[in-house]
């Protein structure tokens, strides 16, 4: 069998529920209406033998009779004298009543009343009525029960069409409007306009729909900070490998001319120092490769710290190294504060530090401090200027350059682009300067 739609199975469910409502009412109202007319019958019966009753005293018997003949003619309730009889617990009726005596259902009303004639003497007036329930409620139910029964079908149908109208308006809208929340539509939402369950609904729809967008938002935003920091870890250990092969097999070509004494190499205590140097800059580089061994975690990590703290357990590190160059180190940060991550912070300062003892001559000076909310570390550089600094944050090693580049300020770089902080590095007559923005 075919599923029947919203509509039509709405429709007849309502309409069946009213239909049963409406036959159970009339049924009621066919099977109560012959006791509520019997009483009717009663009450009229009585009012009419009060009110002729009190109308005849008085007046002559001849009179009286004609006017109760004349009464019963023009109206179903009988009125008579009482003829006399001996027998108290017989009630003699006239043989004129229109009475049903073969009727299971016939119902017989008396009344009797006495009165005064104009000579004194009393006599009795006997109203009598007689109905049958069953025929009498069966002709007045078949007056009036068909216009209700059909009028009451047809209020029922147009009251079932509209709420399975609107029921289906209702699942329909939620249709339209739930297939576009499926492609994505950030603009769509149900229009609420009701209270009710289905107000409601729509209502949960909605929250269910904001929740999933802003699900899906997070998702995005943490799936490019991924890629972000995947490619940031491609770039550092590109660098990295770069920046620990080339020394190696310049460390490798410098042994192998030693061992078979090969030219300007057998001088070889002079390049043994050269090698130790070699070694030295490659363990300060595999010290900076494990000093961000946990590059993955340097995000969403964001807190404001005081930039003092971790910078004077840096300093501490590099006091000897500075003290042997007889370099002069200024620190003028008080209690400024950078919203970052606390490990960030400290591999930032680390290899700044480093880079300005490294770089900084002999006698020279380290300045840190603050200015318009730029952190700044200049250090003097006198011989060392740097003839190109468009490639100062590139990953650059040639033993036969002095500007060779180191990873410290390729490491410094992608740390602060990571975390969206805007940096400059400058540099002057005097002065390289690395200047870091702290507040935005």
Not at 235 to 250: C, I, N
Request: hydrophobic share 40%; proline share 1%.
């Amino acid at each position: 069998m075919k599923k029947l739609k919203i509509f039509p199975k709405m429709f007849i469910q309502i309409f069946s529920v009213l239909g049963i409502i409406i036959i159970l009412v009339h049924l009621l109202v066919f099977f109560i209406f012959p006791k509520t007319y019997l009483e009717t019958r009663k009450e009229e019966v009585y009012n009419k033998a009060n009110e002729i009753s009190s109308i005849m005293n008085g007046k002559e018997i001849k009179y009286v009779e004609q006017t109760l003949e004349l009464y019963s003619k023009s109206s179903e309730i009988k009125a008579f004298i009482k003829e006399r009889n001996n027998n108290n617990n017989e009630i003699q009726i006239k043989d004129n009543i229109d009475a049903n005596l073969e009727s299971n259902s016939n119902s017989l009303i008396i009344e009797e009343r006495e009165i005064k004639l104009n000579d004194g003497k009393k006599t009795y007036l006997q109203f009598v009525s007689t109905a049958d329930m069953q025929k009498d409620a069966k002709d007045l139910s078949l007056k009036f029960l068909p216009y209700s029964l059909l009028i009451s079908i047809l209020f029922s149908t147009i009251i079932s069409l509209i709420y399975a109208k609107l029921i289906k308006n209702n699942v329909q809208e939620i249709q339209i409007v739930t297939d576009k929340m499926m492609k994505l539509d950030k603009k769509i939402r149900l229009e609420v306009s009701s209270n009710d369950e289905v107000g409601e609904l729509k209502q949960q729809i909605n929250d269910l729909y904001s929740t999933l967008l802003r699900t899906i938002d997070d998702l995005e935003f943490k799936n490019k900070e991924i890629l972000k920091l995947e490619k940031l870890k491609y770039d550092f250990f590109k660098g990295a490998s770069h920046e620990l092969k080339t020394p190696l097999a310049s460390l490798k070509i410098i042994l192998e001319n030693m061992k078979y004494n090969i030219g300007k190499y057998k001088e070889r205590d002079i390049y043994i120092n050269e090698c130790i140097e070699i070694v030295d800059s490659l363990t300060k580089n595999i010290s900076q490769i494990l000093s961000v061994h946990s590059i993955e975690n340097l995000n969403n990590d964001e807190e404001y710290l005081e930039i003092n703290d971790t910078l004077e357990d840096v300093l501490k590190k590099y006091e000897i190294l500075a003290h042997q160059k007889k370099i002069t180190i200024n620190n003028y940060i008080l209690d400024e504060n950078v919203y970052i991550g606390k490990t960030a912070l400290k591999i930032i300062l680390s290899n700044l530090i480093s880079n300005a003892v490294k770089y900084t001559d002999v006698n020279g000076v380290i300045n840190i401090g603050m200015v318009n909310d730029w952190l700044y570390i200049e250090n003097s550089y006198g011989n060392n200027k740097i003839s190109n600094m468009d490639e100062i944050f590139d990953v650059k090693f040639d033993l036969n350059k002095e500007n060779s580049n180191g990873l410290g300020l390729y490491i410094v770089s992608n740390i602060l682009n990571n975390y969206n902080i805007e940096y400059k590095a400058l540099q002057d007559e005097e002065f390289f300067i690395f200047k870091i923005k702290i507040l935005s």
